[in-house]
């Protein structure tokens, strides 16, 4: 039970609904004890009447009559406390959920880019989801039916105890074996069910890699291969839940013959307890209730000793993601509007700690304020990196950047992404409207300001040609889009920003060159005095620029303007006249 230790400070929150719950479930239970005695009592008036026994016709009626009316009130009142039982304890599981769901997700935000590269993104919605639901059941229906049983143990069984001794220590016989067997069926149910969900994970997840890549399939005209996978998935997941069923088809019969075997036991004991005098015939009738009445609170051991096992398993699943750590440390430093936004590498270096490979060693750069930077180079030469860096997806592994006079590591993250706009390679748009996905730039932003953003992206007309405009929702990552589409709108969301740095990390590749040509000239005018740093691999996207530098190795080889790097042998003057050749072609 340690792993569910960590969510005892939710218990202390909501302590006064769970101690009101807990009166009320006592309450309950009491009125629910009134029915057994009163049908005994019922069932030895009536036996007294028989026997002639000091009862008229007339008192046996009032008798009969006023036990019923107790009865039905007593029920009533044990089933509206059952509901108030309900609403208190089942509620707070639900409180609970929701804020264990909170914390997940908070944490999950606060985590840095590694650990999403190291985790799939389906297991951690299952561990806010499945997970947080098998915890829930703990706090929730175990917590409430494992207080009910307990109370209604120590209540009946002392009761019955009480009245007669020897008859409740045979009556309870098979109740402990009811116990284990209900716990060895429910291990059982636990494993096969936990095999059905495996199963029905692999069928759901290579189903919708198939939706997703439906145009590739039927392109390589290979249809009939994923059905046969599919077949063999669905195969395997009908076997698990047979299996599963089978094992479920024992669970009721089991209990209905030990609580059938129980009230065997309370008819022959009792009844030789009754020839022998030593009780009245209308105990045996409440000994048979409250056999009935314990053989549920039996049955939930089983179910109640699974559900923990399970909420144990989900509970350490979930801690070992909030026992994650970011190693991105905030700093407490803000940064105002006249604060210098010049940014300054010294001495950095840098390596991905799940690769091993090395970026920089030794790095220098600086880009002046205001200043459109180009970035160009071979793949694997450090231009993402240094854009990475800039926004602190990454801290260095030596060395320091700064932005003015401020280290990266001094100022809070909020602060530092507030005046950074970051357009990555891979873009991420969200089934949301087209609106909404321009606005998550700035969520504030007003129509027309998200449309003049969509202007100066060049996607404006293209927008006002969907019969909803600004309305039309897109499919799950903007697959509804072109790339060149995609690319526009994810542009447009960094313009609203209105940012004092923009990183565009060659996010013009799906552009045609007149379409690229209007988007840079449109940052030229809209954005100079801003600062700039352009990574590509197309000289148009950076011949404008007030400095090109170019990386090999995690190096700068070349730098200066266009016009003075096309002037000298290297990298730059052969990748202008390589673009340039087949332009003319």
Same mark, same amino acid.
């Given at each position: 039970?340690k792993?569910l230790?960590?969510l005892?400070?939710?218990?202390?929150k909501y302590k006064?609904?769970?101690?009101?719950?807990?009166?009320?479930?006592?309450v309950?239970?009491?009125?629910?004890l009134?029915?057994p005695?009163l049908?005994?009592?019922?069932m030895?008036?009536?036996?007294?009447?028989?026997n002639?026994e000091?009862?008229?016709?007339?008192?046996?009626?009032?008798?009969?009559?006023?036990n019923?009316?107790f009865?039905?009130?007593a029920?009533?009142?044990s089933?509206?406390f059952?509901f108030?039982?309900r609403?208190t304890?089942?509620?707070?599981?639900?409180?609970i959920e929701f804020?264990?769901?909170?914390e997940?997700?908070?944490h999950?935000?606060s985590?840095d880019?590694?650990f999403?590269?190291?985790n799939?993104?389906?297991?951690?919605?299952?561990?806010?989801?499945?997970?947080v639901?098998k915890?829930r059941?703990?706090?929730g229906?175990?917590l409430?039916?494992?207080?009910?049983?307990?109370?209604?143990?120590i209540?009946?069984?002392?009761?019955? !105890?009480?009245v007669?001794?020897?008859?409740?220590?045979?009556s309870l016989?098979p109740?402990?074996?009811l116990?284990?067997?209900?716990?060895?069926?429910?291990?059982?149910i636990n494993?096969?069910?936990?095999?059905?969900?495996?199963?029905?994970s692999?069928l759901?997840?290579?189903?919708q890699?198939?939706?997703?890549g439906?145009?590739?399939?039927?392109?390589?005209?290979?249809?009939?291969?994923i059905?046969?996978?599919f077949?063999?998935?669905?195969?395997e997941?009908?076997?698990?839940?047979l299996?599963?069923a089978?094992?479920q088809?024992?669970f009721?019969p089991?209990?209905?013959?030990l609580?059938?075997?129980?009230?065997?036991?309370?008819?022959?004991?009792?009844g030789?307890?009754?020839?022998?005098g030593?009780?009245e015939?209308?105990?045996i009738a409440?000994?048979?209730?409250?056999?009935?009445?314990?053989?549920?609170?039996?049955t939930?051991v089983?179910?109640v000793?699974?559900i923990?096992?399970?909420?144990e398993?989900?509970?350490?699943?979930?801690?070992?993601?909030l026992?994650s750590k970011?190693?991105?440390k905030?700093?407490d430093?803000t940064?105002?509007?006249?604060?210098?936004k010049s940014i300054?590498f010294?001495?950095?270096?840098f390596?991905?700690?799940?690769t091993g490979?090395?970026?920089f060693?030794s790095?220098?750069?600086?880009?002046?304020?205001?200043?459109?930077?180009?970035?160009?180079?071979?793949?694997?030469s450090?231009?993402?990196?240094?854009?990475?860096?800039i926004?602190?997806?990454?801290?260095p592994?030596?060395?320091?950047?700064?932005?003015?006079?401020?280290?990266?590591?001094?100022?809070?993250?909020s602060?530092l992404?507030?005046?950074?706009?970051?357009?990555?390679?891979?873009?991420?748009? !969200?089934?949301?409207?087209?609106?909404?996905n321009?606005?998550?730039?700035n969520?504030?932003?007003?129509?027309?300001?998200v449309?003049k953003?969509?202007?100066?992206s060049?996607?404006?007309?293209?927008?006002?040609? !969907?019969?909803k405009g600004y309305?039309?929702?897109?499919?799950e990552?903007?697959?509804?889009?072109?790339?060149?589409?995609?690319q526009?709108?994810s542009i447009?969301?960094?313009f609203?920003?209105?940012?004092?740095?923009?990183l565009?990390?060659d996010?013009?590749?799906?552009?045609?060159?007149?379409?690229?040509?209007?988007?840079?000239?449109?940052l030229?005018n809209n954005?100079?005095?801003k600062t700039?740093l352009?990574v590509?691999?197309?000289?148009?996207?950076?011949r404008?620029?007030?400095?090109?530098?170019?990386?090999?190795?995690?190096?700068?080889?070349q730098?200066?303007?266009?016009n003075e790097?096309i002037?000298?042998?290297g990298?730059?003057?052969e990748?202008?006249a390589?673009?340039?050749?087949e332009?003319?072609?």
């Open positions: 039970m792993e230790k960590r005892n400070k939710f218990l202390l006064g609904k769970l101690l009101l719950g807990l009166v009320i479930t006592v309950s239970r009491v009125f629910s009134v029915t005695r049908v005994g009592d019922s030895t008036t009536i036996e007294n009447y028989l002639l000091s009862v008229s016709p007339d008192e046996l009626k009032e008798i009969l009559l006023l019923i009316v009865i039905v009130g029920s009533l009142i089933g509206f059952t108030l039982m609403q304890i089942i509620n707070v599981s639900r409180y804020d264990v769901k909170n997940i997700f908070s999950y935000q985590l880019q590694v999403y590269k190291k799939r993104t389906g297991d951690l919605m299952n561990r806010i989801s499945e997970d639901s915890v059941m703990y706090y229906p175990v409430m039916y494992g207080t009910n049983a307990i109370i209604l143990f209540v009946i069984i002392s009761y019955m !105890f009480s007669a001794p020897k008859l409740t220590i045979y016989i109740l402990p074996i116990s284990i067997f209900i716990y060895k069926i429910s291990d059982l494993k096969k069910s936990t095999k059905v969900q495996e199963s029905l692999d759901s997840t290579y189903s890699e198939s939706f997703s439906i145009s590739v399939l039927k392109s390589f005209n290979i249809q009939d291969l059905f046969g996978k077949d063999k998935y669905a195969l997941s009908f076997k698990n839940n299996s599963l089978k094992i088809a024992w009721f089991i209990i209905l013959f609580i059938g075997l129980s009230n065997l036991i309370v008819i022959y004991i009792g030789k307890e009754f020839i022998d030593n009780i015939i209308g105990v409440e000994f048979i209730i409250y056999v009935n009445m314990l053989t549920w609170p039996v939930l089983g179910w000793t699974s923990v096992k399970q909420a398993a989900s509970q350490k699943r979930i801690n070992e993601f026992d970011t190693k991105l905030n700093g430093l940064i105002s509007k006249k604060d210098s300054i010294k001495n950095v270096s390596k991905y700690d799940q490979i090395e970026i060693n790095f220098d750069l600086k880009i002046e304020e205001g200043k459109t930077i180009g970035i160009v180079g071979k793949v694997g450090g231009k993402t990196s240094i854009l990475d860096l926004c602190r997806i990454y801290d592994s030596s060395g320091d950047i700064f932005i003015g006079d401020k280290n990266l590591k001094s100022l809070k993250l602060e992404r507030k005046i950074i706009s970051y357009v990555p390679q891979n873009n991420f748009l !969200f089934s949301e409207s087209i609106q909404r321009i606005q998550f730039g969520p504030k932003a007003t129509k027309d300001q449309q953003a969509a202007v100066l060049e996607i404006d007309h293209e927008i006002l040609k !969907f019969e309305e039309t929702i897109l499919g990552r903007g697959v509804t889009l072109s790339g060149g589409q995609v526009r709108l447009a969301r960094s609203i920003k209105d940012s004092d740095i923009y565009f990390d996010c013009f590749s799906s552009l045609d060159s007149d379409t690229e040509d209007r988007i840079i000239t449109n030229k954005f100079n005095n700039l352009i590509s691999h197309r000289v148009s996207c950076v404008h620029a007030d400095k090109i530098i170019v990386l090999e190795n995690g190096k700068i080889v730098k200066g303007t266009h790097l002037s000298k042998e990298f730059y003057k990748l202008n390589k673009q340039n050749s332009v003319n072609k």
